[in-house]
């Protein structure tokens, strides 16, 4: 079982990137499927969430509107769309599969860097 991110990367303030988070032993069948981040010093915030089941989304205040989440379940991927980028987005940016309702994730993957140049 494994979630691999990918798609960070360095970028100027107001660009873009997409990041990809990869399935690999499971599918995503009933689950949700969350982007995290975590900045230096900072706790881990979530940030958007899709269900796998009928693909509603959801958005953290900070980045609604910039940010879109969607999922292909025929690669078993999940993405995330950052557009309009600032400065305090910068963080590592993980993706986590379990049930959102009741905050519980049973599975992590391992990080991908994203960093906003101002």
């Known amino acids: 079982v494994q979630l691999v991110e990918s798609g960070g990367g360095l970028v100027q303030a107001g660009g873009s990137l997409r990041l990809s988070c990869a399935a690999s032993g499971f599918t995503f069948d009933d689950y949700a499927i969350g982007w995290f981040r975590q900045a230096p010093g900072k706790e881990r915030e979530g940030i958007s969430w899709?269900?796998?089941?009928?693909?509603?989304?959801d958005y953290a205040d900070s980045v609604k509107g910039r940010f879109t989440i969607s999922i292909d379940n025929a690669k078993n991927t999940v993405y995330l769309q950052m557009n309009s980028l600032k400065s305090e987005d910068t963080a590592v940016y993980y993706c986590?599969?379990?049930?959102?309702?009741?905050?519980?994730?049973?599975?992590w993957g391992q990080g991908t860097q994203v960093t906003v140049s101002s």
């Open positions: 986590a599969v379990g049930a959102r309702l009741t905050n519980s994730w049973l599975y």
């Open positions: 899709i269900s796998s089941s009928d693909g509603s989304t």
